[in-house]
């Protein structure tokens, strides 16, 4: 991965410094669903403020920060969606992500960001969130992040069930599953497997109706809690941790990976899926964000590499480590073997 050039000018400072309110127009569009409603047609801002029944001095302004941002474009008198905006910000097109980004990302990680100063100097006050745990002691909150987690996840998991053979294994635990997407794709790929998803309570109500609705409550249970404090069902021939390391505190890292090993039966696979930046800290980008992202409510959150995570594994005594980007320029997959 080639490092990004060094910025020269103070206009490349001011494209980052104002990113943001690019970020708020692209959201605040997608919450007026502005992007279906000039769906394969051309619209001037008078016919789009009737369709979406918004004022039209806003929805020119909004129109004109769309335009210049590149997602719609001017069409003669009137607007219509970029071809990006057409297949992926469009209600019910194949590709469309705008509800993830609407949201989890406008609802959930965007606020967060607010109180990344406090959590960089380590001075977050005790009603702001510093954890999963405590994040998702609200029942919304978990059911909010979940939903949108969910979807994300079950590609990935599809891709997983394809870069690891799980052939042999009959019992999966999936630490930190969430709603159980990955747990869902594998046993939906490998037809011997069961799984138990250890996440905590207000994500396990959310995850069974998930299960229920893939018919996979027979082979997909739960054991609601914390990972960090309860102890693992025994004796799994697979343990799975998509994203946990990073929404854990850093100096946790080392215990869940000796607790996998103690948990695993010999022969079992360890499996650890999430944002690993290079080891030279120049990118890729979107894992340098994220591992950021995850700072402003997990503090103590570490900035991880593939050779930390490596390290980790050797030294509890794990072979045939296995390290490969898992989504392209985000995350990275590190398994291992526990010795037969
Ligand atoms: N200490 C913890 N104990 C149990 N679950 C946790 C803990 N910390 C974070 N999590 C869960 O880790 C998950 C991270 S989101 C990732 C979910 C899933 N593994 C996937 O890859 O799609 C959330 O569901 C959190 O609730």
């Given at each position: 991965m080639s490092a990004v050039a060094p910025l020269e000018t103070a206009e490349s400072i001011s494209d980052i410094a104002f990113a943001f309110m690019g970020s708020k127009a692209l959201f605040a569009a997608l919450h007026v669903g502005l992007f279906s409603a000039l769906s394969e047609k051309t619209l001037t801002a008078e016919q789009l403020a009737r369709a979406t029944e918004l004022e039209v001095d806003r929805v020119t302004t909004l129109l004109t920060a769309l335009t210049v941002l590149g997602l719609v474009r001017r069409d003669g008198s009137g607007f219509a969606n970029s071809s990006a905006a057409e297949a992926y910000l469009v209600k019910g097109r194949k590709y469309d992500f705008g509800d993830y980004l609407r949201f989890q990302i406008d609802k959930q990680m965007y606020p967060f960001l607010t109180q990344l100063n406090e959590a960089i100097t380590g001075t977050l006050k005790p009603d702001q969130v510093s954890s999963y745990a405590e994040w998702f002691s609200d029942p919304e909150q978990a059911r909010l992040y979940s939903k949108s987690q969910h979807a994300g996840s079950l590609g990935p998991g599809r891709g997983l069930a394809k870069m690891v053979?799980?052939?042999?294994?009959r019992t999966l635990l999936d630490v930190g599953?969430?709603?159980?997407a990955f747990s869902i794709s594998l046993c939906k790929a490998y037809g011997d497997l069961k799984s138990t998803i250890l996440d905590f309570p207000n994500v396990a109500v959310v995850g069974r109706e998930f299960i229920a609705e893939a018919e996979l409550s027979e082979r997909i249970s739960y054991q609601p809690g914390n990972a960090l404090e309860d102890t693992w069902p025994q004796k799994t021939d697979v343990v799975l941790m998509s994203y946990l390391f990073s929404g854990v505190?850093?100096?946790?890292i080392a215990g869940l990976v000796r607790k996998a090993k103690e948990t695993l039966t010999p022969g079992g696979r360890f499996v650890v899926h999430d944002f690993m930046v290079d080891e030279n800290r120049e990118g890729p980008k979107l894992a340098a964000l994220w591992q950021l992202q995850h700072t402003a409510f997990n503090p103590k959150a570490r900035s991880i590499t593939s050779s930390y995570v490596r390290d980790l594994m050797e030294a509890a005594g794990f072979e045939n480590i296995e390290v490969g980007e898992m989504i392209p320029g985000m995350t990275m997959l590190v398994h291992a073997t526990k010795p037969a």
């Open positions: 053979d799980l052939s042999n294994a599953g969430g709603t159980g505190p850093g100096d946790e």
